[in-house]
């Protein structure tokens, strides 16, 4: 079973391909969490009325495909996996970690989340994919994303061979540069300092559409009537910054600050 989390799309169009290679079933952990996890800023483990779906037959692998926060596995898809021990206790763990530059250190911390659920840790594929942190970073154009995405996609397929046939497989060592640094010391410091929703805004090229809240994982964005009588999005401080909504946005009038004014909205 395929268990992926994605923002713009990148780790959904791989988890797609790793689908279609290895014949498993597909299970969207952007729905899973949006129909039944609360989750809260600073909690360890993801609070959530059902548990994590997994396959009936305890031999079968579970493959997690997701992006890359801060040099690691996204704290939320952590904090649910966490929260999912009993369900993962005794399997064989994939992780396909999708990434704009780089890695850091992510593999140590996949190893000790299989230790603390009791699972087999089956090893990391890391995949470039186009940049989507338009709040941070320089976004590629369209002819350098789709040079990157065919790149991801031939490696998925060498992936999902390697899985097919139960071997553990291993990250690229070049996209795992500067471990300790960016993944132990970072990492930290990036989510307590840059995640949060208070820069994100809709200018006037907003027409209420709602896709923006339709789309949130973690229903952290509420439409309301701003003073002018209109019918807005507000952004809670529940955010992980998956880029969904500034990214999805099809007017394109979503803003994080001053950071994202003319980049490029990427989603795939
Ligand atoms: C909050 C955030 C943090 C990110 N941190 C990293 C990082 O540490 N290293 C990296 O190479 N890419 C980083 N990226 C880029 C994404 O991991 C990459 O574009 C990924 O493929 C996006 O996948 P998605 O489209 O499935 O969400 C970050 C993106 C976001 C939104
Ligand atoms: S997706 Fe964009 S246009 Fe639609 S409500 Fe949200 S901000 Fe407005
Ligand atoms: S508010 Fe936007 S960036 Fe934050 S979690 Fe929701 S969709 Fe992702």
């Known amino acids: 079973m395929i268990h992926y989390f994605s923002g713009s799309g990148n780790s959904r169009h791989l988890a797609k391909v790793l689908a279609r290679e290895t014949g498993q079933k597909l299970f969207s952990l952007n729905r899973f969490m949006k129909n039944n996890c609360n989750f809260h800023k600073g909690r360890t483990l993801l609070d959530c009325t059902?548990?994590?779906?997994?396959?009936?037959?305890?031999?079968?692998?579970?493959?997690?495909?997701?992006?890359?926060?801060?040099?690691?596995?996204p704290r939320l898809v952590t904090s649910l996996l966490a929260a999912n021990a009993q369900q993962l206790q005794g399997r064989k763990l994939y992780f396909v970690a999708t990434a704009g530059s780089g890695f850091g250190g992510s593999e140590k911390f996949l190893r000790r989340l299989c230790q603390d659920v009791a699972a087999e840790y089956m090893g990391l594929a890391t995949i470039l994919m186009p940049e989507n942190y338009t709040a941070m970073f320089a976004i590629p154009d369209e002819a350098e994303a789709e040079h990157l995405i065919e790149g991801g996609q031939e490696k998925v397929e060498e992936v999902s061979r390697a899985i097919s046939s139960g071997q553990l497989i291993k990250p690229d060592p070049d996209l795992c540069k500067f471990p300790f640094l960016l993944s132990s010391v970072i990492n930290p410091l990036f989510y307590s300092f840059f995640v949060r929703s208070s820069a994100f805004y809709a200018d006037d090229k907003c027409d209420s559409c709602r896709v923006c809240e339709l789309i949130c994982p973690l229903n952290n964005i509420k439409m309301k009537i701003n003073k002018n009588g209109n019918l807005r999005p507000q952004w809670n401080d529940n955010c992980t910054h998956c880029m969904a909504c500034i990214n999805h946005c099809p007017t394109k009038a979503i803003e994080y600050g001053r950071a994202s004014r003319g980049k490029r909205r990427y989603y795939i």
Do not use: A, K, S
């Not at 059902?50 to 579970?62: A, G, I």
């Open 50 to 73: 059902t548990v994590l779906p997994v396959p009936t037959d305890e031999t079968e692998p579970l493959i997690f495909v997701h992006p890359t926060y801060g040099w690691r596995q």
